[in-house]
């Protein structure tokens, strides 16, 4: 299982910082990732890491703003958020995957998500 934590509302320009705890095994083949869901429109992708690199992938929009990193002896991942946009504003799930992808299929583990709510 995952668990998301961290979301919550902040103005333009603020900072969260998401995690997301597995309470199972999380094998050194996984790919963790980071989703998100506005408002009205469909799930996308944010940001992942290999669990045994420090690779990581982000999608155009949050690059240079937010980093995704883990801590594999608290098997946990976070999503460090700096400079929110209220375009940012989403419910935020993580997931487990097998194959390096921004697909939301790919991935078969899922958190319940959490909200971000970022105002101008």
């Known amino acids: 299982q995952l668990q998301a934590c961290g979301g919550g509302s902040v103005q333009a320009g603020g900072s969260l910082r998401l995690s997301c705890a597995a309470s199972?095994?999380?094998?050194?083949?996984?790919?963790m990732a980071w989703f998100r869901q506005a408002p009205g429109k469909e799930r996308e992708f944010v940001a992942l890491?290999?669990?045994?690199?420090?690779?990581?992938y982000y999608t155009d929009s949050v690059k240079g703003r937010f980093t995704i990193s883990k801590d594999n002896r608290k098997n946990t991942m976070y999503l460090q958020m700096n400079s929110l946009e209220p375009e940012d504003t989403a419910v935020y799930f993580c997931?487990?995957?097998?194959?390096?992808?921004?697909?939301?299929?790919?991935?078969?583990?899922w958190g319940q998500g959490t909200l971000v709510t970022v105002s101008s």
């Open positions: 997931a487990a995957g097998s194959h390096y992808s921004t697909r939301q299929y790919d991935y078969f583990k």
């Open positions: 199972g095994r999380i094998y050194s083949s996984y790919v």
């Open positions: 890491i290999r669990w045994n690199r420090e690779s990581t």
